[in-house]
């Protein structure tokens, strides 16, 4: 039983003592006046009775009435029921307020009555104060005190005839009975009807369960005035600790609104600061750094602006606002989701409906009452499933005097799958949780409805989820319950109180409240307290009980088993290999070890591994030989390593006793544990690890300290017993012993303490000893660093914040972020290792109640624990290091070219799998080649990583992977997982231009010192000093570089002398100003450091297969200049220049004037130019001496000279660099603009002007008066849109830029659009108007720059890309085609997407755009000027992609190789500096210019592949040597610096030795003669073909030289490397039985496939090769052989004039188009495709003879494919068809049988499959048609007819006139035959 209310005060203003204007609080009377001993009297009510403060007030308020909470200091709360009144202020009290509120009162004398509100009774100026009246009491039940107040009150105002004292103490003497119906065994218990003796009744219920919060309709109107959203966040933020304010004027509403949410948080409670009503004087108190919930008047808003981190609720307004610095976490899903749907079910039933057509008549929604207890029931439900089967992760750390309960936070969150969860992760470490589980942890006590919930409901809620009707069923029946509680009995619930009459405050009272008497009240006190101590004390009997554990726990969301699910299959293998290991079957468990390592990512296998293990410990111990001890505990560091700090999962904690029990025997009495080889996890320095384990053990000891069975039972009974009591929990013993507790005797008692005492204080010792085991390294000498090699972050310090323990302090501060310890340096390992345990001890025996004696007695002995331990440990360490290496694979030497030699020998590593998914087993299928184990070598020329897999399934395979040293462009270090043991190595990932990847792990017996050697020394060799540090001019020499230089020889003066003098001289004639005006200037090699190689001054020798020729020297040049001529004649440009007839080489004097050009040696000194050849194509009519000041108007002095020359339109090809600022610009501005001088800037551009007409004057004459063409702004911003030249606007002689470039440049009126995918249009649709030279520039650099219509030349400025902007797309594209890190998923999108974002293809596109447009302008008669940036990168790629595509001869290996001598290393490409092959270019980095070009040669081979000699590997095979540095041809950036270097001439003469190559091309062609590798079989050109590619990047395709490898025998680019050892014949197998078969399994990425699936030509070859061995004939090279069965072939075709080439042949030509198919211009027929081999046929045959060769071979295409129907074609060709309604247009290949009186069509020549036929016997008409929508634009009209059958009428279109007409004779004869 207990006092309905404890105090009666009565609190009226007062002066301020301090005389401010305010008024305060003074209590007048208070009952009683004595404090009761249970419950003293609450300091500072007066504050809380007026929360807005003291105010006095000119008008009669009405009364209020609200509740305010206290909380005392034992966090008791006691409710202030407080209703104010106001009546008429006492003088005094006015005077008291005058200070303050003089304006006020003055106002009020003034205004009169008029100041207050008319219906108040008062004198004028009246001022009122409040008075209150306050009930103090520990029970909740605010409608008692509201009526109990309000009935006083009404005794005073309607001047009843009942005596104040008597109510009042009848008030204070009323005994109601404590709530928990346990006791309320009728309804007069359960209900108790008061009276205060004023003829009132009331009726008291009491709730039937005291846990359950009591809320009324708080809740309800909780959620009406906020919604569900915001109360969810409310919710939510309570729970994770943030503080909470309520803003509302009403002050009952605050009251209502905080009790609502602590009745959602049920069953946690709320122990933080609780205000529901805050006063104004305490508003300081919002500041205070811990969490609250507080409500606070809305008028005090202002206040509370600048408080940061408060969650602010507006009840009245409806807003929560979350500052932007707290985060709120949502609860996990599916909860929040769930949780929400059913509020919005519960508030609002009528949402479901609201769409139905047919709604349900309306129910009845529920009362608030109701309302509020369903909304309730929802969040009971929530807290049922978030805390499911917690009972589960209590520990009992000890039952007796008192229950001390722990709950183990980690495993609850693992098994429920919530580790990640923000919000529970919280709520388990806040304070109301910990409250939760002391209160409701313990295992025998009084049990509510949250109890039955969460143990007997969750099976109903999990199976009700997806049935909203079926959840809302669950809430109404928890709801009913809920009411049931506060509303006990809802039938007797009936209130008689006397109220006070409308409108009673504003009647004047005669009197205010009386003064009361103390004596009277005092005495009706004592008199029931005398009566109730005479009666015997009502004790509170509790319906005591064991606590249901309810089911174990599931997760909260059931995942799906992801990559590593739980299949039967993985832990079947785990426990295969482990019994492998324990029967000593190694091998079977090696091969099952990497897929036991895989499988332990998945927790199934890791529960599975420690279960297994456990089965082979007996008696805690399992002694294992080395093989096995290493096997284990392989398994377990791999188990470890996914533990997080807090293993979740219990991993680790199964693993503890394990690793104590595994042992080796390493010598008599040294035994090595486990332990001692998996100490590097972070868990093992986990405190809350520690304390969970310890607690789990003592849980597990105190159980079986109770289960130990009596001594003197029976035998049978105990065994029965025993087993009965296995399946007995903990918590289930516990609760027995605390019903047993009170029946024991003190003795007993005193001895079960004692017991658990004693068993809390083993375990600490037990686990000093495990702690330092774990604790102390192997090797105490030195402390285990592990924060370099794990690079974890800090999570010894991130772990211990989340714990407020006495341990967490200073850990974080003294230890090794991982591993517990200190720094090295100042390290003591042991001392670190006892503090820590010393902190765990404490804080461990504090909790579990251990006596001190026994902790000092723990602290004297851990010292001793750890250092006997570190003497233990010496000696393992010791004996360890004795043992035997592990056999470790044998390192297999790499194969090594002649004069490559070992620079570091192998350092055994890891090759790890590096993002491809080739050596993965990837998509492409094959065996996990990678990782592999091996070495990695560094030799002169190369990186090379040999080894083999380490998964031994894929067999004894040898896994290659090397690189040049020159090609390396990027070096990191990494730090990686060893895949052996999985233990974190410092590792090195290099990244070559030749797309290889090394990712190694160094294996541990890597020392630091001999990774760091190995990267100086890669260093050292990528980076020489000297380009005579290369691996090129090393190779084969017999000089050592610091040799002296043989003395010159007395045959003449060397190059070198002489080149020098010449140099100097033409720097002084030039001036300073030539010096200057250059950018570029190499060094000269007498300033480079070492002095120069022997061979270069020796003089330089003719060949003598040199032809007489045009070109020789004449006698007007000097002795020593002809001996340079002499050397120049024979260079590749020369031999070019005589091919192409440009010109002869002669003095100025006996100049032939018949030629338009001349070889000119006025650079023969490279005095002109450096980086230009020696001799250069000029016009005839510019004097050598002009040429010197034409340069300096062109970057780098490259002016403008003749490259090639084309054959058919005479029109020629002219490279130079970009202008300077001055010069041809100048020529192009405003004629009349006044020139400021002449200066010799002037003059420069005039010689340059001169230079250009003396350029365009030597063409021949094309040029039209009538008009010409102009192609300005050709940028690849319009390109991209148009097609290539839709931005090439143009302009006539008269007409301004406006009209199109079709209508301009066309041939006829009409031009049809570019085509969809990148060609140019019609190659015919250049008119012989033109201008005579196109220069094309930078646009950059031509900016405002007008032409000017009466120059022969015109400007056409596009936008080019930089060298660093392709390096840039270089870096990128490596890392799209070698990623380095692997993807999450590997798939195609992600390599598509990073291949885009790297621009390479779009370069790519831009290249070959350009070129293709320069190919049109050359092919129409005008000459193009290439004039792009320096004139050595992107006017090299374009003028020899130009070239390549306009000239066939080009496309030959002679010829290609010719182009890139000439263009690329005559013409001074820099291959040094763009490849940094010294160390002075290591800033710059690797700018892959020359590959770009390659890679646009072998878009234009996939393209055309029937029109190249060479074969796409000789592009491979240049792309790769152009970077590695082992041939001297693509080495320095001149000629120049090649002849100062000696490297020009070298090997001409009787010199050349049989020495290894230094000239790749040299390499090539004796490789040729071996074998086809570099041919193209395909190979039938056509002799006036120019190609033109499609370019859009749609029609580009990812060389696969960027993605292409070969495990088995790394690049084959060197050849003596890539041929492997040739494997016996059949005959000569050595087992002698039958022959083998010769198949073999070729693997994607491991071999290569070419060589194991050669094509059939080759295959042919070898086969010829082999069979000649076998006869013993000399054997014939594979080329005269293939010329052989060339000129067979030419033979067979001539006696019936087709040509039918051998079925080998044909079936090897793919169908590609050779050209473009809508270029052809030669007939109806098409092109004229000639399938012979040989070219001799159709190069001089006539348009008609080509066209009957390309009938001819068409119909021999066919007949290869076509059935006999192929015979009967009487006509075929292209026609344009329109296709049916809405359809375009379309080219078919039609074929007219008269046999079959059909017209068929097909879409291409080459094309088996009819399309469609059209029935002759159905056809009435043919007619001329008509052109329609989306006709082709560039056919006349005439070429348009109709062929009109019974069914439609087919729209077709010829491609000129007379084709059309030819078809509409042709059906015409066809119909008529008919």
Same mark, same amino acid.
């Given at each position: 039983?207990?006092?309905?209310? *404890?105090?009666?005060?009565?609190?009226?203003?007062?002066?301020?003592?301090?005389?401010?204007?305010?008024?305060?609080?003074?209590?007048?009377?208070?009952?009683?006046?004595?404090?009761?001993?249970?419950?003293?009297?609450?300091? %500072?009510?007066?504050?809380?009775?007026?929360?807005?403060?003291?105010?006095?007030?000119?008008?009669?308020?009405?009364?209020?009435?609200?509740?305010?909470?206290?909380?005392?200091?034992?966090?008791?709360?006691?409710?202030?029921?407080?209703?104010?009144?106001?009546?008429?202020?006492?003088?005094?009290?006015?005077?008291?307020?005058?200070?303050?509120?003089?304006?006020?009162?003055?106002?009020?004398?003034? %205004?009169?009555?008029?100041?207050?509100?008319?219906?108040?009774?008062?004198?004028?100026?009246?001022?009122?104060?409040?008075?209150?009246?306050?009930?103090?009491?520990?029970?909740?039940?605010?409608?008692?005190?509201?009526?109990?107040?309000?009935?006083?009150?009404?005794?005073?105002?309607?001047?009843?005839?009942?005596?104040?004292?008597?109510?009042?103490?009848?008030?204070?003497?009323?005994?109601?009975?404590?709530?928990?119906?346990?006791?309320?065994?009728?309804?007069?218990?359960?209900?108790?009807? $008061?009276?205060?003796?004023?003829?009132?009744?009331?009726?008291?219920?009491?709730?039937?369960?005291?846990?359950?919060?009591?809320?009324?309709?708080?809740?309800?109107?909780?959620?009406?005035?906020?919604?569900?959203?915001?109360?969810?966040?409310?919710?939510?933020?309570?729970?994770? !600790?943030?503080?909470?304010?309520?803003?509302?004027?009403?002050?009952?509403?605050?009251?209502?609104?905080?009790?609502?949410?602590?009745?959602?948080?049920?069953?946690?409670?709320?122990?933080?600061?609780?205000?529901?009503?805050?006063?104004?004087?305490?508003?300081?108190?919002?500041?205070?750094?811990?969490?609250? $919930?507080?409500?606070?008047?809305?008028?005090?808003?202002?206040?509370?602006?600048?408080?940061?981190?408060?969650?602010?609720?507006?009840?009245?307004?409806?807003?929560?606002?979350?500052?932007?610095?707290?985060?709120?976490?949502?609860?996990?899903?599916?909860?929040?989701?769930?949780?929400?749907?059913?509020?919005?079910?519960?508030?609002?039933?009528?949402?479901?409906?609201?769409?139905?057509?047919?709604?349900?008549?309306?129910?009845?929604?529920?009362?608030?009452?109701?309302?509020?207890?369903?909304?309730?029931?929802?969040?009971?439900?929530?807290?049922?499933?978030?805390?499911?089967?917690?009972?589960?992760?209590?520990?009992?750390?000890?039952?007796?005097?008192?229950?001390?309960?722990?709950?183990?936070?980690?495993?609850?969150?693992?098994?429920?799958?919530?580790?990640?969860?923000?919000?529970?992760?919280?709520?388990?470490?806040?304070?109301?949780?910990?409250?939760?589980?002391?209160?409701?942890?313990?295992?025998?006590?009084?049990?509510?409805?949250?109890?039955?919930?969460?143990?007997?409901?969750?099976?109903?809620?999990?199976?009700?989820?997806?049935?909203?009707?079926?959840?809302?069923?669950?809430?109404?029946?928890?709801?009913?319950?809920?009411?049931?509680?506060?509303?006990?009995?809802?039938?007797?619930?009936?209130?008689?109180?006397?109220?006070?009459?409308?409108?009673?405050?504003?009647?004047?009272?005669?009197?205010?409240?009386?003064?009361?008497?103390?004596?009277?009240?005092?005495?009706?006190?004592?008199?029931?307290?005398?009566?109730?101590?005479?009666?015997?004390?009502?004790?509170?009997?509790?319906?005591?009980?064991?606590?249901?554990?309810?089911?174990?726990?599931?997760?909260?969301?059931?995942?799906?088993?992801?990559?590593?699910?739980?299949?039967?299959?993985?832990?079947?293998?785990?426990?295969?290999?482990?019994?492998?290991?324990?029967?000593?079957?190694?091998?079977?468990?090696?091969?099952?070890?990497?897929?036991?390592?895989?499988?332990?990512?998945?927790?199934?296998?890791?529960?599975?591994?420690?279960?297994?293990?456990?089965?082979?410990?007996?008696?805690?111990?399992?002694?294992?030989?080395?093989?096995?001890?290493?096997?284990?505990?392989?398994?377990?560091?791999?188990?470890?390593?996914?533990?997080?700090?807090?293993?979740?999962?219990?991993?680790?904690?199964?693993?503890?006793?394990?690793?104590?029990?595994?042992?080796?025997?390493?010598?008599?009495?040294?035994?090595?544990?486990?332990?001692?080889?998996?100490?590097?996890?972070?868990?093992?320095?986990?405190?809350?690890?520690?304390?969970?384990?310890?607690?789990? *053990?003592?849980?597990?000891?105190?159980?079986?300290?109770?289960?130990?069975?009596?001594?003197?039972?029976?035998?049978?009974?105990?065994?029965?017993?025993?087993?009965?009591?296995?399946?007995?929990?903990?918590?289930?013993?516990?609760?027995?012993?605390?019903?047993?507790?009170?029946?024991?005797?003190?003795?007993?008692?005193?001895?079960?303490?004692?017991?658990?005492?004693?068993?809390?204080?083993?375990?600490?010792?037990?686990?000093?000893?495990?702690?330092?085991?774990?604790?102390?390294?192997?090797?105490?000498?030195?402390?285990?660093?592990?924060?370099?090699?794990?690079?974890?972050?800090?999570?010894?310090?991130?772990?211990?914040?989340?714990?407020?323990?006495?341990?967490?302090?200073?850990?974080?501060?003294?230890?090794?972020?991982?591993?517990?310890?200190?720094?090295?340096?100042?390290?003591?390992?042991?001392?670190?290792?006892?503090?820590?345990?010393?902190?765990?001890?404490?804080?461990?025996?504090?909790?579990?109640?251990?006596?001190?004696?026994?902790?000092?007695?723990?602290?004297?002995?851990?010292?001793?624990?750890?250092?006997?331990?570190?003497?233990?440990?010496?000696?393992?360490?010791?004996?360890?290091?004795?043992?035997?290496?592990?056999?470790?694979?044998?390192?297999?030497?790499?194969?090594?070219?002649?004069?490559?030699?070992?620079?570091?020998?192998?350092?055994?590593?890891?090759?790890?799998?590096?993002?491809?998914?080739?050596?993965?087993?990837?998509?492409?299928?094959?065996?996990?080649?990678?990782?592999?184990?091996?070495?990695?070598?560094?030799?002169?020329?190369?990186?090379?990583?040999?080894?083999?897999?380490?998964?031994?399934?894929?067999?004894?395979?040898?896994?290659?992977?090397?690189?040049?040293?020159?090609?390396?462009?990027?070096?990191?270090?990494?730090?990686?997982?060893?895949?052996?043991?999985?233990?974190?190595?410092?590792?090195?990932?290099?990244?070559?231009?030749?797309?290889?990847?090394?990712?190694?792990?160094?294996?541990?017996?890597?020392?630091?010192?001999?990774?760091?050697?190995?990267?100086?020394?890669?260093?050292?060799?990528?980076?020489?000093?000297?380009?005579?540090?290369?691996?090129?001019?090393?190779?084969?020499?017999?000089?050592?570089?610091?040799?002296?230089?043989?003395?010159?020889?007395?045959?003449?003066?060397?190059?070198?002398?002489?080149?020098?003098? $010449?140099?100097?001289?033409?720097?002084?004639?030039?001036?300073?100003?030539?010096?200057?005006?250059?950018?570029?200037?190499?060094?000269?090699?007498?300033?480079?450091?070492?002095?120069?190689?022997?061979?270069?001054?020796?003089? $330089?020798?003719?060949?003598?297969?040199?032809?007489?020729?045009?070109?020789?020297?004449?006698?007007?040049?000097?002795?020593?200049?002809?001996?340079?001529?002499?050397?120049?004649?024979?260079?590749?440009?020369?031999?070019?220049?005589?091919?192409?007839?440009?010109?002869?080489?002669?003095?100025?004097?006996?100049?032939?004037?018949?030629?338009?050009?001349?070889?000119?040696?006025?650079?023969?000194?490279?005095?002109?130019?450096?980086?230009?050849?020696?001799?250069?194509?000029?016009?005839?009519?510019?004097?050598?001496?002009?040429?010197?000041?034409?340069?300096?108007?062109?970057?780098?002095?490259?002016?403008?000279?003749?490259?090639?020359?084309?054959?058919?339109?005479?029109?020629?090809?002219?490279?130079?660099?970009?202008?300077?600022?001055?010069?041809?610009?100048?020529?192009?501005?405003?004629?009349?603009?006044?020139?400021?001088?002449?200066?010799?800037?002037?003059?420069?551009?005039?010689?340059?002007?001169?230079?250009?007409?003396?350029?365009?004057?030597?063409?021949?004459?094309?040029?039209?008066?009538?008009?010409?063409?102009?192609?300005?702004?050709?940028?690849?911003?319009?390109?991209?849109?148009?097609?290539?030249?839709?931005?090439?606007?143009?302009?006539?002689?008269?007409?301004?830029?406006?009209?199109?470039?079709?209508?301009?440049?066309?041939?006829?009126?009409?031009?049809?659009?570019?085509?969809?995918?990148?060609?140019?249009?019609?190659?015919?649709?250049?008119?012989?108007?033109?201008?005579?030279?196109?220069?094309?520039?930078?646009?950059?650099?031509?900016?405002?720059?007008?032409?000017?219509?009466?120059?022969?030349?015109?400007?056409?400025?596009?936008?080019?890309?930089?060298?660093?902007?392709?390096?840039?797309?270089?870096?990128?594209?490596?890392?799209?085609?070698?990623?380095?890190?692997?993807?999450?998923?590997?798939?195609?999108?992600?390599?598509?997407?990073?291949?885009?974002?790297?621009?390479?293809?779009?370069?790519?596109?831009?290249?070959?755009?350009?070129?293709?447009?320069?190919?049109?302008?050359?092919?129409?008669?005008?000459?193009?000027?290439?004039?792009?940036?320096?004139?050595?990168?992107?006017?090299?790629?374009?003028?020899?992609?130009?070239?390549?595509?306009?000239?066939?001869?080009?496309?030959?290996?002679?010829?290609?190789?010719?182009?890139?001598?000439?263009?690329?290393?005559?013409?001074?490409?820099?291959?040094?500096?763009?490849?940094?092959?010294?160390?002075?270019?290591?800033?710059?980095?690797?700018?892959?210019?020359?590959?770009?070009?390659?890679?646009?040669?072998?878009?234009?081979?996939?393209?055309?592949?029937? !029109?190249?000699?060479?074969?796409?590997?000789?592009?491979?095979?240049?792309?790769?040597?152009?970077?590695?540095?082992?041939?001297?041809?693509?080495?320095?950036?001149?000629?120049?610096?090649?002849?100062?270097?000696?490297?020009?001439?070298?090997?001409?003469?009787?010199?050349?030795?049989?020495?290894?190559?230094?000239?790749?091309?040299?390499?090539?062609?004796?490789?040729?003669?071996?074998?086809?590798?570099?041919?193209?079989?395909?190979?039938?050109?056509?002799?006036?073909?120019?190609?033109?590619?499609?370019?859009?990047?749609?029609?580009?395709?990812?060389?696969?030289?960027?993605?292409?490898?070969?495990?088995?025998?790394?690049?084959?680019? *060197?050849? !003596?490397?890539?041929?492997?050892?040739?494997?016996?014949?059949?005959?000569?197998?050595?087992?002698?039985?039958?022959?083998?078969?010769?198949?073999?399994?070729?693997?994607?990425?491991?071999?290569?496939?070419?060589?194991?699936?050669?094509?059939?030509?080759?295959?042919?070859?070898?086969?010829?090769?082999?069979?000649?061995?076998?006869?013993?004939?000399?054997?014939?090279?594979?080329?005269?052989?293939?010329?052989?069965?060339?000129?067979?072939?030419?033979?067979?075709?001539?006696?019936?004039?087709?040509?039918?080439?051998?079925?080998?042949?044909?079936?090897?030509?793919?169908?590609?188009?050779?050209?473009?198919?809508?270029?052809?211009?030669?007939?109806?027929?098409?092109?004229?495709?000639?399938?012979?081999?040989?070219?001799?046929?159709?190069?001089?045959?006539?348009?008609?003879?080509?066209?009957?060769?390309?009938?001819?071979?068409?119909?021999?295409?066919?007949?290869?494919?076509?059935?006999?129907?192929?015979?009967?074609?009487?006509?075929?060709?292209?026609?344009?068809?329109?296709?049916?309604?809405?359809?375009?247009?379309?080219?078919?290949?039609?074929?007219?049988?008269?046999?079959?009186?059909?017209?068929?069509?097909?879409?291409?020549?080459?094309?088996?499959?009819?399309?469609?036929?059209?029935?002759?016997?159905?056809?009435?008409?043919?007619?001329?048609?008509?052109?329609?929508?989306?006709?082709?634009?560039?056919?006349? !009209?005439?070429?348009?007819?109709?062929?009109?059958?019974?069914?439609?009428?087919?729209?077709?279109?010829?491609?000129?006139?007379?084709?059309?007409?030819?078809?509409?004779?042709?059906?015409?004869?066809?119909?008529?035959?008919?």
């Amino acid at each position: 039983m207990a006092r309905l209310a *404890d105090y009666f005060v009565l609190v009226a203003f007062g002066p301020h003592p301090r005389g401010s204007g305010e008024g305060q609080g003074h209590i007048l009377q208070r009952f009683p006046e004595k404090d009761w001993e249970d419950n003293p009297f609450p300091q %500072g009510i007066e504050l809380f009775c007026q929360p807005s403060g003291w105010q006095l007030c000119p008008e009669r308020n009405p009364p209020t009435f609200f509740v305010a909470v206290l909380t005392d200091i034992n966090s008791e709360r006691h409710y202030c029921a407080c209703l104010t009144f106001w009546e008429p202020a006492e003088p005094t009290q006015e005077v008291v307020c005058a200070e303050d509120a003089t304006e006020r009162e003055e106002e009020a004398d003034e %205004g009169g009555p008029a100041q207050l509100s008319p219906a108040t009774p008062g004198p004028p100026g009246q001022l009122f104060a409040p008075k209150t009246l306050v009930l103090v009491s520990r029970l909740d039940h605010a409608e008692v005190f509201r009526n109990s107040l309000g009935l006083i009150y009404t005794i005073h105002v309607e001047g009843l005839n009942v005596g104040l004292e008597n109510v009042i103490g009848n008030l204070l003497t009323c005994i109601i009975p404590l709530a928990g119906g346990s006791q309320l065994d009728s309804v007069e218990d359960g209900v108790r009807t $008061i009276s205060l003796g004023a003829g009132d009744r009331q009726v008291i219920q009491t709730p039937l369960a005291d846990s359950l919060p009591i809320s009324r309709c708080s809740v309800a109107l909780l959620f009406r005035q906020l919604g569900i959203t915001n109360v969810l966040s409310l919710f939510c933020a309570a729970l994770t !600790e943030h503080k909470v304010l309520f803003l509302s004027r009403s002050y009952q509403r605050l009251s209502d609104a905080c009790r609502g949410l602590l009745a959602l948080l049920f069953p946690l409670r709320y122990s933080f600061t609780y205000v529901p009503i805050l006063p104004a004087q305490l508003l300081e108190v919002l500041s205070t750094p811990t969490p609250f $919930i507080i409500g606070v008047n809305a008028a005090f808003q202002a206040e509370t602006q600048e408080l940061l981190d408060v969650i602010v609720a507006d009840l009245d307004g409806g807003t929560v606002t979350v500052p932007e610095c707290v985060h709120v976490p949502p609860l996990p899903e599916p909860l929040q989701s769930q949780t929400h749907s059913v509020l919005s079910m519960v508030l609002d039933p009528e949402l479901e409906l609201a769409d139905l057509a047919f709604p349900p008549p309306s129910t009845n929604a529920s009362s608030l009452k109701m309302q509020d207890k369903e909304l309730r029931a929802v969040f009971l439900r929530l807290f049922a499933q978030l805390l499911q089967g917690y009972r589960w992760c209590l520990h009992m750390v000890r039952i007796h005097p008192e229950p001390v309960i722990r709950f183990h936070k980690a495993a609850f969150l693992g098994q429920r799958g919530l580790v990640e969860d923000d919000f529970l992760m919280k709520v388990l470490e806040g304070m109301a949780f910990a409250g939760f589980v002391s209160e409701r942890g313990v295992p025998y006590r009084a049990t509510d409805l949250f109890d039955e919930l969460v143990a007997h409901e969750v099976a109903r809620m999990r199976a009700d989820e997806n049935h909203p009707q079926r959840v809302l069923r669950h809430v109404k029946e928890l709801a009913e319950q809920l009411y049931k509680n506060e509303n006990p009995y809802p039938a007797v619930a009936m209130h008689k109180v006397q109220r006070p009459g409308e409108a009673s405050h504003l009647r004047r009272v005669p009197r205010p409240f009386p003064r009361l008497d103390d004596g009277m009240v005092q005495w009706i006190v004592d008199q029931a307290t005398a009566k109730m101590q005479g009666a015997p004390p009502a004790v509170k009997a509790e319906r005591r009980t064991t606590v249901p554990s309810g089911p174990p726990m599931t997760a909260i969301l059931e995942r799906s088993g992801g990559l590593h699910g739980n299949s039967a299959r993985r832990l079947e293998v785990v426990r295969n290999c482990i019994s492998y290991v324990f029967e000593g079957k190694m091998l079977e468990a090696k091969k099952l070890l990497p897929a036991v390592l895989r499988a332990l990512k998945g927790r199934a296998a890791r529960r599975c591994l420690t279960q297994e293990l456990h089965l082979h410990v007996q008696q805690n111990r399992a002694v294992l030989d080395h093989q096995q001890f290493d096997f284990v505990v392989r398994m377990m560091n791999c188990c470890l390593q996914d533990c997080t700090s807090l293993d979740e999962h219990g991993i680790a904690a199964a693993l503890l006793p394990l690793v104590t029990a595994f042992c080796r025997k390493l010598s008599p009495g040294v035994t090595q544990f486990a332990y001692s080889c998996v100490q590097e996890h972070v868990v093992w320095s986990t405190p809350q690890f520690w304390e969970a384990m310890f607690y789990g *053990d003592v849980q597990t000891h105190i159980r079986a300290l109770y289960l130990e069975p009596a001594e003197d039972g029976d035998h049978v009974q105990v065994g029965e017993l025993s087993a009965r009591e296995d399946e007995r929990s903990a918590l289930d013993v516990a609760s027995e012993q605390r019903r047993l507790w009170p029946t024991l005797s003190r003795e007993k008692q005193q001895e079960l303490v004692q017991k658990e005492e004693s068993t809390v204080f083993s375990q600490a010792i037990h686990y000093a000893n495990r702690m330092s085991y774990l604790l102390l390294p192997l090797d105490s000498s030195k402390s285990r660093l592990l924060r370099e090699r794990a690079g974890l972050g800090d999570l010894e310090s991130a772990s211990n914040s989340l714990v407020t323990s006495s341990m967490a302090g200073s850990v974080a501060e003294s230890y090794d972020t991982e591993s517990g310890f200190e720094d090295a340096e100042t390290c003591d390992v042991a001392g670190a290792v006892v503090r820590f345990i010393n902190r765990f001890v404490d804080k461990v025996c504090t909790e579990s109640g251990v006596t001190s004696d026994h902790l000092k007695g723990l602290h004297v002995m851990v010292p001793d624990i750890v250092q006997m331990h570190i003497e233990t440990l010496e000696a393992v360490h010791r004996e360890s290091k004795r043992l035997p290496p592990i056999q470790k694979p044998k390192l297999l030497r790499p194969r090594l070219l002649p004069d490559e030699e070992c620079v570091l020998d192998g350092l055994r590593v890891y090759l790890l799998p590096d993002g491809r998914e080739g050596g993965t087993g990837g998509t492409g299928g094959g065996p996990a080649l990678l990782p592999a184990e091996g070495a990695v070598f560094l030799t002169t020329y190369r990186v090379i990583f040999t080894g083999m897999p380490t998964d031994p399934l894929v067999g004894e395979q040898v896994v290659v992977r090397s690189f040049p040293v020159a090609a390396l462009t990027k070096e990191k270090r990494i730090s990686v997982q060893n895949p052996v043991d999985q233990l974190l190595q410092d590792g090195l990932q290099l990244r070559s231009c030749t797309f290889q990847l090394l990712k190694m792990a160094f294996d541990e017996e890597v020392g630091s010192d001999s990774a760091e050697l190995f990267r100086k020394q890669l260093h050292k060799l990528r980076y020489p000093p000297d380009i005579r540090g290369t691996f090129a001019f090393t190779l084969g020499s017999p000089h050592t570089p610091g040799r002296p230089p043989r003395t010159a020889k007395d045959k003449g003066p060397s190059l070198r002398t002489l080149s020098r003098n $010449i140099v100097k001289n033409a720097k002084k004639t030039l001036g300073r100003q030539y010096v200057t005006r250059k950018k570029y200037n190499p060094p000269s090699w007498e300033h480079r450091g070492q002095p120069p190689p022997e061979d270069q001054e020796d003089e $330089i020798s003719v060949l003598e297969e040199l032809e007489p020729s045009t070109l020789t020297p004449s006698s007007a040049l000097k002795p020593s200049d002809r001996m340079t001529m002499s050397s120049l004649v024979e260079r590749a440009c020369c031999r070019d220049y005589q091919r192409l007839g440009l010109g002869t080489l002669s003095s100025s004097l006996s100049r032939a004037k018949s030629e338009p050009f001349r070889i000119s040696p006025v650079n023969r000194m490279y005095a002109i130019c450096r980086s230009y050849p020696g001799l250069l194509i000029v016009p005839q009519s510019v004097q050598d001496n002009a040429l010197q000041r034409v340069s300096r108007c062109y970057r780098q002095n490259r002016f403008p000279v003749v490259c090639w020359r084309s054959g058919r339109s005479r029109a020629v090809l002219l490279r130079s660099g970009g202008l300077h600022g001055k010069g041809v610009v100048g020529l192009f501005k405003a004629q009349n603009a006044p020139s400021p001088g002449q200066s010799q800037a002037d003059s420069g551009s005039l010689e340059q002007e001169k230079y250009l007409q003396a350029v365009v004057s030597s063409m021949p004459r094309f040029a039209d008066a009538s008009g010409r063409n102009t192609l300005s702004g050709f940028s690849s911003a319009h390109v991209g849109s148009h097609g290539k030249l839709g931005s090439v606007r143009a302009s006539g002689r008269s007409g301004g830029l406006g009209a199109d470039v079709g209508s301009r440049l066309a041939g006829r009126d009409m031009l049809g659009p570019p085509q969809a995918n990148g060609a140019p249009p019609d190659p015919g649709f250049l008119r012989p108007q033109r201008a005579a030279l196109y220069i094309i520039g930078d646009k950059a650099q031509l900016k405002g720059v007008r032409p000017d219509p009466l120059q022969q030349w015109e400007l056409v400025p596009i936008e080019v890309f930089e060298a660093r902007q392709v390096k840039a797309s270089f870096k990128k594209l490596l890392k799209a085609c070698v990623p380095g890190c692997l993807f999450p998923e590997p798939c195609p999108v992600s390599f598509l997407r990073s291949l885009e974002d790297s621009e390479w293809l779009i370069q790519i596109h831009k290249l070959l755009q350009v070129s293709v447009l320069v190919v049109e302008l050359l092919d129409s008669g005008s000459s193009v000027l290439v004039s792009l940036e320096d004139g050595w990168d992107i006017t090299t790629q374009v003028v020899s992609l130009v070239q390549l595509l306009s000239d066939p001869f080009y496309r030959t290996l002679e010829g290609f190789r010719l182009l890139v001598e000439k263009e690329w290393l005559s013409f001074g490409h820099r291959f040094s500096h763009r490849g940094a092959h010294t160390l002075a270019g290591q800033g710059s980095g690797f700018t892959p210019v020359f590959l770009q070009f390659l890679d646009c040669v072998h878009q234009v081979h996939l393209q055309f592949p029937m !029109e190249f000699e060479f074969s796409p590997f000789y592009l491979k095979f240049l792309g790769y040597h152009h970077a590695s540095r082992r041939f001297r041809t693509f080495l320095l950036d001149s000629d120049y610096e090649r002849i100062e270097l000696g490297l020009l001439y070298e090997e001409k003469g009787e010199r050349r030795g049989a020495q290894a190559c230094r000239s790749v091309w040299e390499y090539m062609d004796r490789l040729s003669k071996r074998t086809p590798v570099f041919y193209n079989y395909m190979y039938a050109p056509e002799d006036t073909e120019v190609l033109r590619p499609y370019s859009n990047v749609s029609n580009l395709k990812v060389w696969d030289f960027y993605t292409e490898e070969t495990l088995a025998e790394g690049p084959p680019y *060197d050849w !003596e490397l890539a041929q492997g050892p040739p494997e016996p014949p059949e005959e000569e197998r050595p087992d002698g039985g039958a022959p083998q078969s010769r198949r073999r399994v070729v693997w994607p990425c491991y071999d290569s496939r070419p060589r194991a699936q050669p094509d059939a030509i080759s295959r042919l070859l070898e086969e010829l090769q082999r069979l000649e061995a076998e006869l013993g004939r000399p054997p014939e090279r594979w080329k005269d052989t293939w010329d052989r069965v060339k000129a067979a072939q030419r033979l067979e075709g001539r006696p019936d004039g087709r040509g039918t080439p051998s079925s080998l042949l044909a079936s090897s030509v793919p169908h590609h188009r050779r050209s473009l198919g809508v270029y052809l211009q030669e007939g109806p027929v098409g092109s004229t495709l000639s399938l012979s081999l040989d070219s001799d046929q159709s190069s001089g045959s006539t348009a008609s003879s080509s066209r009957q060769a390309a009938r001819r071979s068409t119909s021999t295409l066919y007949s290869q494919f076509q059935t006999a129907e192929s015979e009967n074609r009487s006509y075929e060709g292209t026609l344009y068809k329109k296709g049916a309604f809405m359809k375009p247009w379309k080219a078919r290949w039609f074929v007219l049988d008269k046999t079959k009186h059909q017209l068929r069509y097909y879409d291409h020549r080459v094309d088996t499959e009819c399309k469609g036929v059209i029935d002759l016997a159905e056809v009435e008409a043919v007619a001329p048609g008509t052109p329609t929508l989306g006709a082709p634009k560039t056919v006349d !009209e005439k070429a348009f007819f109709d062929v009109k059958t019974t069914r439609r009428v087919y729209n077709f279109c010829a491609q000129d006139v007379p084709s059309a007409q030819q078809w509409v004779d042709q059906i015409q004869s066809c119909l008529s035959d008919a």
